[in-house]
């Protein structure tokens, strides 16, 4: 099975960072995807990683360890619109099928 | 611009009426699934199907079907609603493994 943990909430300054935690333990692992959603609306792709390191796309950067079951989303020079929920989800060695984390809603104040 | 349509946004319907969600992508993905998404659960998946006629569960399949008659629609049915289903369903479509979702703007179902 698969169990993905993420933070449920946290709040951040306009024009700060702010770095999103994904753990998760899996019987197989093929590789992670970032996604977010704005509220009443469908999640976008953001970020997949496969191999160990950073992976870096514009203001959003994505980090995998395969050897301790990690990943972080870290979000830089914040903007109001990126008030929303992020989702970790990771993909299993057999099929494509994602399996999500509970998402973690991210709220910028001025 | 690669879409995938849900047919409606917003449905209420009473409970132990069959309800039929519609998804429809216009980008020849293979695979197809069916999310449900509520509160402090997060995503979970309903069943998927990786080709015509084909369908597999996914973690919650308990008191829904699923149809795929044709390439491009995946339809999500409940055979007899009940108020534990009122939620947000997703749809979403992928080419293959390592490409990800593209999802759906979603039906928010309420059971009455």
């Known amino acids: 099975g698969q169990n993905i943990d993420q933070p449920t909430e946290m709040t951040a300054t306009e024009g700060a960072i702010v770095q999103i935690n994904c753990t998760y333990q899996?019987?197989?692992?093929?590789?992670l995807f970032w996604y977010q959603q704005h509220a009443g609306e469908a999640p976008t792709f953001l970020s997949y990683n496969v191999l160990d390191g950073l992976e870096e796309k514009g203001r959003f950067s994505s980090f995998l360890s395969r050897s301790k079951g990690y990943s972080y989303l870290l979000l830089k020079e914040l903007q109001m619109k990126d008030s929303a929920s992020y989702l970790c989800?990771?993909?299993?060695?057999?099929?494509?099928?994602?399996?999500f984390g509970g998402g973690t809603r991210v709220l910028v104040k001025p | 611009d690669v879409k995938v349509t849900q047919s409606s946004r917003y449905l209420v319907k009473r409970t132990g009426e069959k309800v039929f969600l519609e998804c429809v992508q216009d980008?020849?993905?293979?695979?197809m699934f069916w999310y449900r998404q509520d509160p402090g659960l997060g995503l979970r998946l309903i069943y998927f199907?990786?080709?015509?006629?084909?369908?597999e569960k996914g973690d919650i399949p308990e008191g829904y079907s699923v149809s795929r008659e044709k390439k491009e629609r995946f339809s999500l049915i409940l055979e007899s609603a009940s108020t534990n289903q009122t939620s947000m369903y997703l749809c979403?479509?992928?080419?293959?493994?390592?490409?990800?979702?593209?999802f759906g703007s979603g039906t928010r179902l309420t059971v009455v």
């Open positions: 989800a990771v993909t299993g060695a057999a099929g494509n099928k994602l399996t």
């Open positions: 199907s990786y080709d015509v006629k084909m369908k």
């Open positions: 899996t019987s197989g692992f093929n590789g």
């Open positions: 980008m020849d993905h293979e695979n």
């Open positions: 979403a479509s992928s080419p293959g493994q390592d490409f990800g979702y593209t």
